[in-house]
């Protein structure tokens, strides 16, 4: 393959990453941010909140019998059981994504340190290595705090 059109197909793959990684990150984020529930004065008569800071829910507020609750109860199991399978789908796919974006990350920086005679290239290896330690280390400060 041509080394201009390789570049091409390399860069076209890098960019197609990011922009799948930011759909990707866009989507969790999203997701996280719709258990978030912001505190605030409850107007006089609001149902308070529950122990864990949230609003009761909108049918708990509606003071179902106990057979509506049971009802409700075995929907929400399903529902659970629902989300639950979506999260497991999409770990997998999250997986089989970053494997995709690592192959890529890591042809591209092959591809580049081929560029440099052999003294360059090995510098510029061990820069990524260093940068990639670094990073790792980050992730691993932001998990611990977590």
């Excluded at 992730?139 to 611990?144: F, I, L, M, T």
């Amino acid at each position: 393959m041509e080394q201009g059109s390789r570049t091409k197909l390399v860069a076209a793959l890098v960019l197609a990453s990011v922009f799948g990684s930011g759909i990707l990150l866009g989507y969790a984020a999203d997701r996280g941010a719709a258990g978030v529930v912001i505190a605030s004065e409850a107007p006089a008569g609001a149902p308070a909140p529950t122990e864990r800071g949230r609003r009761a829910p909108v049918y708990e507020q509606m003071n179902p019998t106990l057979e509506q609750r049971a009802l409700i109860d075995s929907i929400l199991r399903v529902h659970r059981d629902e989300m639950n399978r979506l999260h497991a789908e999409f770990d997998v796919v999250q997986e089989e994504y970053q494997d995709s974006y690592d192959a890529v990350i890591q042809d591209t920086r092959v591809s580049i340190a081929a560029v440099f005679p052999s003294e360059q290239a090995a510098d510029y290896r061990r820069r990524l290595a260093e940068d990639d330690q670094r990073r790792a280390a980050e992730r691993a400060s932001k998990d611990r705090r977590k």
